[in-house]
């Protein structure tokens, strides 16, 4: 199969598609407990925000965790952020977007560093797994960065995706790294993981709402 002519957009999930900022920065605050450290704002997360994640930690605590307490921070993450999704929902508009980019005979796909075996499930959940022609999510423990799980999923797209007709939308500064990594674009979308300040920082354009990075996109690859 030769590729497709028309655009392709690769979306982030979580803080991007699913509104969770406020369930991520609560299951952040259950791991800080861990090492005995006061809970943190959503403002704040967005401004110390970094990948990998352990750096992140980072910020708060003066050094690296070590490997006992990054273990026991991930577990403590992992177990709170499923309790507190339970009330998220997808951020607004998304259905109508992801509906009428494939209307118009676009493709697109949904890559997330988010543990694969629950991704698939969630998003299928939320009635929306139909309009992506592949969904990944982080396969393994700890899995590669976001620009190499970025190149294997465009890979796996390689027969019908043109990555210079691409573009990523995303909610953080390794969703332009990822891009860039593969030679495709990035729109960068404030309602998530990062200050608009820093996002900003990476040099892709930045957007307050998803319709607004939808009507970017189109631009981009016209």
Aim: net charge negative; proline share 3%; hydrophobic share 45%.
């Amino acid at each position: 199969m030769g590729k497709i002519s028309g655009s392709h957009l690769v979306w982030d999930w979580n803080g991007t598609l699913l509104d969770d900022v406020t369930a991520v920065v609560g299951a952040t605050n259950a791991a800080l407990e861990v090492v005995g450290l006061d809970a943190i704002t959503v403002e704040q997360y967005r401004e110390w925000y970094r990948v990998p994640i352990p750096r992140f930690y980072e910020r708060m605590l003066g050094r690296l965790p070590t490997d006992a307490e990054w273990q026991a921070m991930d577990g403590v993450f992992q177990r709170a952020y499923l309790d507190h999704r339970v009330g998220c929902g997808l951020t607004q508009g998304v259905e109508e977007l992801l509906r009428d980019w494939q209307g118009a005979g676009r493709s697109q796909s949904l890559l997330s560093m988010h543990v694969h075996e629950d991704l698939v499930p969630t998003v299928r959940g939320f009635g929306i797994e139909s309009h992506f022609i592949r969904v990944d999510g982080r396969r393994g423990p700890s899995g590669p960065s976001k620009a190499e799980s970025m190149e294997r999923h465009l890979t796996a797209l390689a027969a019908t995706v043109s990555v210079e007709r691409t573009v990523v939308i995303g909610d953080a500064a390794d969703d332009a790294v990822a891009a860039a990594h593969v030679g495709a674009m990035a729109v960068l979308y404030t309602g998530g993981s990062h200050s608009r300040a820093n996002l900003e920082a990476t040099g892709a354009p930045v957007v307050d709402s998803l319709a607004e990075a939808v009507d970017l996109a189109t631009g981009l690859v016209a």
